[in-house]
Structure formats: C-alpha cells, structure tokens
C-alpha cells in the first residue's frame, strides 16, 4: 500500500504480510517525514498520532485500511 492509500500525501509503497505490519511502516515513514521536517507530512503524521491516542473512535479507518489490504492483488 502507499503512503497515500494510508492517507498521507506521497506514492512510498510500504509492503509487509499483514495490514497491521504496512500500518506501522507507515507510521515510521511519517515519524521520520516529520523529524526531517517535511510539512507535507504533517497533517497525516498528525492523523496518525490521533488515531494511536484514540484506537476505538479509529476502528473505522483501521477496517478500512484492513480490507483495502485484503483486497490488493498479491505479488
């Protein structure tokens, strides 16, 4: 999945086995964004620290994303 996909603003293809794993990959990818201060990163990174703070309001998108995940093509 991209960066995008997971609501970020870039085409960066994360990949791992599950969703869970491409979630985190994407939560480093705008940790480090942010840390080299990269703006454009900044409202997903900021959507991101939401959604660690608060993971019951943001079982939408984690389903969400959970089944984009499920439904890409396998490599």
Not at 20 to 49: N, P, Y
């Amino acid at each position: 999945m991209t960066c995008r996909q997971l609501g970020g603003p870039c085409g960066l293809e994360h990949r791992g086995e599950t969703a869970d794993d491409v979630i985190k990959a994407q939560d480093r990818h705008l940790k480090e964004a942010e840390k080299a201060g990269d703006a454009s990163h900044q409202e997903a990174r900021d959507a991101m620290k939401g959604r660690w703070r608060r993971p019951k309001k943001s079982l939408a998108w984690y389903r969400d994303m959970q089944k984009v995940f499920a439904d890409l093509p396998e490599d």
